[in-house]
């Protein structure tokens, strides 16, 4: 079932770029494994994927030393700072930054043990209540005041859109961030790069691609629902 998903998943894509006019080389496709099982990992390893996302540190400590070790491990879920310790050298980008306080500790541990860390600002880009990340006029701030942290380099963007039915409401959203992305590349602030756009997920992929995305997350559509216990 997951290869077959995959398949699916990368045939949309290619859709996509077709449709924006984009080389589907540009899109990184994070199959997002939390609560999965290391068996449905390999599987979709077997299927050539190599990027997967985790939204918890425990989660990615169990599974990391299970596994092969070219997998590039995504966090994507609220990083809490007494935890940054655990997962900086095992995870090839965070995705979930959304204070200075959490930039200082990441930079800070990633010092102590002599690796650099590959980030993304998470931006709640409809302002939702309920959701991490910091609003949109606060980011040039922060990527300015995390630009000057030791081995922590800023890469781009990260948001999750609303939960909604129809993916084209959350278009807009979309071309938001990819809008404020090249506002704050104009910028050219030392040590920041906006090449990554982490938006879309499994029922909106297709949109961000269109929209500018780079890397899209998707969970249910490869590994199917997910059971909370
Ligand atoms: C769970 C999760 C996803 C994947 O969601 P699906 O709807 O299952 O594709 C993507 N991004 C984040 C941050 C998540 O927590």
Known sequence: MVEENLIQVRENIKKACVRAGRNPEEVTLIAV????????????????????????????????????????????GHLQRNKVKYIVDKTALIHSVDSLRLAQEISSQAVKKQVDVD???????????????IAREEAVR????????????????????????????????????RELSVDIGQKNIDNVTMSVLSMGMTLDYMVAIEEGATMVRVGTGIFGERNYG
């Open 33 to 76: 494994s939390k609560t999965k099982p290391v068996c449905m990992i390999e599987e979709a390893y077997a299927a050539h994927c190599r990027d997967f996302g985790e939204n918890k540190v425990q989660e990615i400590m169990d599974k990391e030393p299970q596994l092969p070790t070219d997998i590039r491990w995504h966090m994507i």
């Open 142 to 177: 922060l990527a300015e005041e995390v630009a000057i942290l030791p081995n922590i380099h800023v890469k781009g963007l990260m948001t999750i859109a609303p939960f909604v039915s129809n993916p084209e409401d959350n278009r807009q959203y979309f071309r938001q961030i």
């Open 119 to 133: 980030i993304l600002l998470e931006v709640n880009i409809a302002g939702e209540e309920s959701k991490f990340g």
